[in-house]
Nanobody
């Protein structure tokens, strides 16, 4: 079992930055690919970014490419999402997820919610205009 706890959300003005963290429990964190998803009110949960077990492969949704950066520290069992140039449309609850797969072949595979076995409770990000 893996438990995931997100933190770092908050209220920020458009153009600002936030850094989300997701801390995991369990001994197998370093073998899991990790992902970030988000869900805005009234919308489906959507893929944001993912990272392979060792950090060598990263995957991004087109909407965040060039603005968000995912990284991980396996010694700390933590995955991060650095978010820059935030826009009001980035407002959502952000969820961390863990996949038993160590990596994905394509971004499309990384974006599938069914690829992830464990989910956190989410952290709210609000971007004001």
């Amino acid at each position: 079992q893996v438990q995931l706890v997100e933190s770092g959300g908050g209220l920020v003005q458009a153009g600002g930055s936030l850094r989300l963290s997701c801390e995991a429990s369990g001994r197998t964190f370093s073998s899991y690919a990790m992902g970030w998803f988000r869900q805005a009110p009234g919308k489906e949960r959507e893929f944001v970014s993912a990272i392979s077990w060792g950090g060598g492969r990263t995957y991004y949704a087109d909407s965040v490419k060039g603005r968000f950066t995912i990284s991980r520290d396996n010694a700390k069992k933590t995955v991060y999402l650095e978010m820059n140039s935030l826009k009001p449309e980035d407002t959502a609850v952000y969820y961390c997820a863990a996949s038993r797969s160590g990596y994905f072949t394509t971004t499309g595979q990384a974006a599938l919610r069914g690829a992830y076995a464990y989910w956190g409770q989410g952290t709210q990000v609000t971007v004001s205009s």
